[in-house]
């Protein structure tokens, strides 16, 4: 089993885990309804994915 020979510094592994950041989503604009989702997903606002009704949603009074 692996057995590091010296303790790794806070700065050393900080400078390592530099690229270990979070990444803002891809979005894009539904083609049915012209809101903002993310890719491969269906559209929250109206149901569609890729052209197709894929949920059907409810009108709620």
Known sequence: MAHPKSR???QRKNKRRTHYKAEAPTLSTCS???ST???HR???ECG???GKL???KTVTA
């Open 37 to 39: 989702t993310q890719y």
């Open 32 to 34: 049915n309804c012209g």
């Open 48 to 50: 569609y994915y890729r």
């Open 42 to 44: 269906v559209c929250p």
């Open 8 to 10: 790794i510094s806070k």
């Open 54 to 56: 894929a949920i059907e």
